[in-house]
């Protein structure tokens, strides 16, 4: 059974940082490509980024580019979105993605 358990989300002031964990299990995750989306209030999902299984091909949404980094450590079966400088308007709830799979989603909220 895949499971993942996002964590890492709070509150944080504009320009602020945090960064993102999911753990996974039950499927192969050094072999699996994975996604982190969002969903804001009132809205649909939004791929933010995306990451191959080796790491070293990544995707970005163009309204993070150059603010949020993904990454990914094989061998804790973990994957990561380090974000900086945030903005009121990335505000959701985070989920990781693995072939449609989703966990529990993480909330981000930056206000001041």
């Known amino acids: 059974e895949v499971q993942l358990v996002e964590s890492g989300g709070g509150l944080v002031q504009p320009g602020g940082s945090l960064r993102l964990s999911c753990a996974a299990s039950g499927f192969p995750f050094s072999s699996s490509s994975m996604k982190w989306v969002r969903q804001a209030p009132g809205k649909g999902l939004e791929r933010v980024s995306s990451?191959?299984?080796?790491?070293?091909?990544?995707t970005y949404a163009d309204s993070v580019k150059g603010r949020f980094t993904i990454s990914r450590d094989n061998a804790k079966d973990t994957l990561y979105l380090q974000m900086n400088s945030l903005k009121p308007e990335d505000t959701a709830v985070y989920y990781c993605e693995y072939l449609n799979n989703r966990g529990q989603g993480t909330q981000v909220t930056v206000s001041s």
């Open positions: 990451i191959s299984h080796s790491g070293f091909s990544t």
